[in-house]
């Protein structure tokens, strides 16, 4: 009877033993997911004119207006990180201000944003992680971020956003971000 409950026992722990170790990471799908993103289109969802040539557009690439020192949004990355910690960080323009937010230019200048990831490789999901100082801040910047998906190597963010425009006001839009796969490099 001893035998028995030993043998039992010991089927019982290693039994047990085996449902605790963690489940192989899907790197895979890590492979496909994590690296660097380049910014590949910017688009709005109704026309605005923001470059000052009287003619509304689309394509923020087409519409956008550089001064000093700006970043060309064909320089604009996205990064997907996992870690310690799984984060995206990311670029957003924003319409240029001087003297303490009291005048805007319709110079568009980046920020970079990181937002937490919870990132399942097992299910094959990627999801943003709410965060209200991180969306707090973002708005510093005339940004709420109401769409992220990730498919395909293809990152697409939708955000509602605010431009100051050439006429001296501001505009509220729909911008759509589409960021592309580059590198493993993070």
């Known amino acids: 009877m001893k035998k028995l409950t030993l043998i039992l026992f010991l089927c019982l722990s290693i039994s047990c033993a085996k449902d605790d170790e963690e489940k192989p990471e899907n790197q895979a799908y890590l492979d496909q997911l994590l690296g660097r993103y380049q910014l590949k289109a910017a688009y ?3 026309p605005i004119d923001l470059n000052g040539d009287g003619i509304a557009g689309t394509d923020l690439f087409q519409e956008v207006e550089y001064c000093n020192m700006s970043k060309h949004l064909e320089s604009y990355w996205c ?3 996992y870690r310690n910690i799984q984060y995206i960080d990311f670029n957003i323009p924003y319409s240029d201000h001087y003297n303490n937010y009291q005048e805007y230019s319709n110079c568009l200048r980046h920020n970079d944003v990181r937002r937490e990831l919870n990132i399942n490789s097992q299910n094959e999901s990627v999801a943003l992680v709410p965060n209200e100082y991180r969306e707090d801040f973002m708005l510093t910047y005339q940004a709420k971020l109401i ?3 990730w498919e395909d190597r293809i990152v ?3 955000l509602e956003k605010e431009f100051y425009t050439p006429n001296g006001e501001w505009a ?3 911008l ?3 960021y592309e796969w580059v590198s493993s490099a993070t």
Do not use: G, R
């Open 44 to 46: 709005l969802e109704n």
């Open 79 to 81: 990064t997907i990180v």
């Open 147 to 149: 769409d992220f998906i």
């Open 156 to 158: 697409y963010l939708t």
């Open 172 to 174: 509220s839009v729909i």
């Open 176 to 178: 759509y971000m589409e």
